[in-house]
């Protein structure tokens, strides 16, 4: 877990997955862990529906690799 060695970190994933990833982050002391959560699904859509769910999440990102 980068995180906690002081590695900033981002979990991306489906709002599917929403309550796991915020239960696995809880669960693992990470509370603050930034999700970027885009609309389900992301299997088997075409590359520029994947770019345009990334850009919806871009800015989650960004800040939460680049806080200090």
Same mark, same amino acid.
């Given at each position: 877990? #980068?995180?906690?060695?002081? &590695?900033p970190t981002v979990v991306? $994933?489906?709002? @599917?997955? *929403?309550?796991?990833?915020?239960?696995?982050?809880?669960?693992?002391?990470?509370?603050? #862990?930034?999700?970027?959560? &885009?609309?389900?699904?992301?299997? $088997?859509?075409? @590359?520029? *529906?994947?770019?345009?769910?990334?850009?919806?999440?871009?800015?989650?990102v960004v800040r939460a690799?680049?806080?200090?």
């Open positions: 877990m #980068l995180e906690q060695h002081g &590695i991306m $994933g489906t709002k @599917e997955f *929403e309550t796991l990833a915020t239960l696995e982050a809880r669960n693992r002391g990470l509370a603050d #862990l930034p999700l970027a959560l &885009i609309p389900h699904p992301l299997g $088997g859509i075409r @590359e520029e *529906e994947v770019v345009r769910k990334a850009d919806l999440v871009i800015d989650i690799v680049t806080k200090a």
